[in-house]
């Protein structure tokens, strides 16, 4: 009897064991397919460089944000900013918002971060991490920087444009608008520098 | 036993009702009183006012530094959203030459009271810090220069979502305001 005792709680103990190697590696799993998307775009974001002004390629990548301010776009749109003959324009899969750069009184550059996973997907994966493990995906991020764009309308009406994109674009658009007319109360800064706000 | 169970049920039903009372209470009376702060009205209550247009013009950061983004948000989202209410038949942008010919035109002017730009990568992570927050006076005034409405209020993010959405939760109180403080004129379409 006192065998079969010790044979079963034997058992029993291996068992567990193996439960709690498979409970391990499900959990490592997981974290790893958390923690690999994370990683990929600040190593894209390294080793990507720095694209030229205007964009004439044919193939759109949609990596610019329109947080708000242009007409017919609705906000927080993602689309392809372009530089045209006398506009900015920002196309997107279906339809397009031009400013033209006669218009534009002002541009501003600047720094943020946006966090990897943001939006209602980003939040709900964050709501389903469990022990508030969504407060460690809150910590990754990557650069960006805003473009601000102040302009006005055909009846002299005051509009602004946010617009948020990959880091290193946003001063090479503000240089390219000003060398075509815009105006910007602050110059254009040199590469490497910081532009100070108002 | 089954009596009993049913009792223990009841019983812890009831202490997990009076624990949440508990808890929110305090919450929900704070929340009342800083509500009734941030909008105190300046003119006394009365009649709505009514106007057939306004002009919206870009706010006044005062002494404070605030930085570009915020402002041209603040002003889209104030358009946007003084546009939804629909007291007005038309809502015009900041030096908009159709507004010169209108007599009853209101003008409404922002000014910068506090501003705390915060963190939303500091928000999430420690719930407690890293909070978003931009108070603004607003001042409806008439062609003669007469402020004719004072409120102030506060667009906040405590918890999830950009800096920038402090702006939104602005321009939300200030349609509020309009809400209440104005009757619509006319019935024709706000204008775009």
Same mark, same amino acid.
């Given at each position: 009897?006192?065998?079969?005792?010790?044979?079963?709680?034997?058992?029993?103990?291996?068992?567990?064991? #193996?439960?709690? #190697?498979?409970?391990?590696?499900?959990?490592?799993?997981?974290?790893?397919?958390?923690?690999?998307?994370?990683? *990929?775009?600040?190593?894209?974001?390294?080793?990507?460089?720095?694209?030229?002004?205007?964009?004439?390629?044919?193939?759109?990548?949609?990596?610019?944000?329109?947080?708000?301010?242009?007409?017919?776009?609705?906000?927080?749109?993602?689309?392809?900013?372009?530089?045209?003959?006398?506009?900015?324009?920002?196309?997107?899969?279906?339809?397009?918002?031009?400013?033209?750069?006669?218009?534009?009184?002002?541009?501003?550059?600047?720094?943020?971060?946006?966090?990897?996973?943001?939006?209602?997907?980003?939040?709900?994966?964050?709501?389903?991490?469990?022990?508030?493990?969504?407060?460690?995906?809150?910590?990754?991020?990557?650069?960006?920087?805003?473009?601000?764009?102040?302009?006005?309308?055909?009846?002299?009406?005051?509009?602004?444009?946010?617009?948020?994109?990959?880091?290193?674009?946003?001063?090479?658009?503000?240089?390219?608008?000003?060398? *075509?007319?815009?105006?910007?109360?602050?110059?254009?800064?040199?590469?490497?520098?910081?532009?100070?706000?108002? | 036993?089954?009596?009993?169970?049913?009792?223990?049920?009841?019983?812890?039903? +009831?202490? +997990?009702?009076?624990?949440?009372?508990?808890?929110?209470?305090?919450?929900?009376?704070?929340? +009342?009183?800083?509500?009734?702060? &941030?909008?105190?009205?300046? &003119?006394?209550?009365?009649?709505?006012?009514?106007?057939?247009?306004?002009?919206?013009?870009?706010? !006044?950061?005062? !002494?404070?530094?605030?930085?570009?983004?915020?402002? /041209? =948000?603040? %002003?889209? %989202?104030? %358009?946007?959203?003084?546009? =939804?209410?629909?007291?007005?038949?038309?809502?015009?942008?900041? @030096? !908009?030459?159709?507004?010169?010919?209108?007599?009853?035109?209101?003008?409404?002017? &922002? &000014?910068?009271?506090?501003?705390?730009?915060?963190?939303?990568?500091?928000?999430?992570?420690?719930?407690? @810090? @890293?909070?978003?927050? /931009?108070?603004?006076?607003?001042?409806?005034?008439?062609?003669?220069?007469?402020?004719?409405?004072?409120?102030?209020?506060?667009?906040?993010?405590?918890?999830?979502?950009?800096?920038?959405?402090?702006? %939104?939760?602005?321009?939300?109180? /200030?349609?509020?305001?309009?809400? !209440?403080?104005?009757? =619509? $004129? @006319?019935?024709? =379409?706000? $204008?775009?």
């Amino acid at each position: 009897m006192k065998t079969y005792g010790t044979q079963v709680s034997s058992r029993r103990a291996s068992r567990e064991r #193996r439960v709690a #190697r498979w409970q391990m590696g499900a959990i490592l799993l997981i974290a790893g397919f958390l923690i690999v998307p994370c990683a *990929m775009p600040a190593f894209a974001q390294q080793a990507a460089p720095a694209p030229a002004a205007t964009q004439t390629s044919t193939t759109p990548n949609y990596d610019v944000e329109c947080v708000i301010g242009l007409q017919h776009v609705k906000h927080h749109a993602n689309g392809n900013l372009l530089i045209g003959k006398d506009a900015l324009h920002f196309v997107m899969a279906k339809g397009e918002g031009t400013i033209p750069i006669s218009a534009i009184q002002d541009i501003f550059t600047g720094k943020d971060s946006k966090q990897v996973f943001s939006g209602v997907g980003g939040t709900i994966i964050k709501a389903g991490v469990p022990y508030e493990g969504g407060r460690f995906l809150s910590l990754f991020s990557t650069a960006t920087e805003v473009l601000t764009v102040e302009y006005r309308d055909a009846d002299n009406g005051y509009h602004g444009a946010i617009f948020v994109l990959p880091k290193g674009q946003a001063t090479v658009f503000k240089r390219k608008m000003v060398e *075509m007319g815009a105006k910007a109360s602050i110059p254009p800064e040199a590469p490497g520098t910081e532009e100070k706000k108002p | 036993m089954r009596n009993l169970n049913r009792a223990a049920f009841t019983i812890f039903v +009831a202490a +997990a009702a009076a624990c949440a009372g508990f808890l929110l209470a305090p919450g929900a009376a704070a929340q +009342a009183k800083a509500d009734a702060v &941030t909008t105190k009205p300046v &003119t006394p209550a009365g009649p709505k006012l009514t106007a057939s247009a306004v002009q919206i013009e870009v706010m !006044d950061p005062g !002494d404070l530094q605030i930085p570009p983004d915020f402002r /041209i =948000a603040e %002003y889209e %989202y104030l %358009y946007e959203q003084v546009n =939804a209410t629909k007291k007005f038949q038309h809502v015009y942008r900041s @030096g !908009d030459k159709r507004a010169e010919g209108v007599a009853d035109l209101l003008t409404l002017k &922002t &000014t910068v009271e506090s501003f705390k730009k915060g963190s939303q990568k500091a928000r999430e992570v420690t719930t407690v @810090g @890293g909070w978003t927050s /931009i108070k603004l006076k607003a001042q409806f005034v008439d062609r003669a220069g007469k402020v004719v409405l004072e409120k102030e209020a506060e667009g906040k993010v405590r918890f999830m979502g950009g800096n920038l959405n402090a702006t %939104y939760d602005f321009a939300k109180k /200030i349609a509020a305001i309009i809400q !209440d403080s104005f009757d =619509a $004129s @006319g019935g024709a =379409a706000p $204008s775009k």
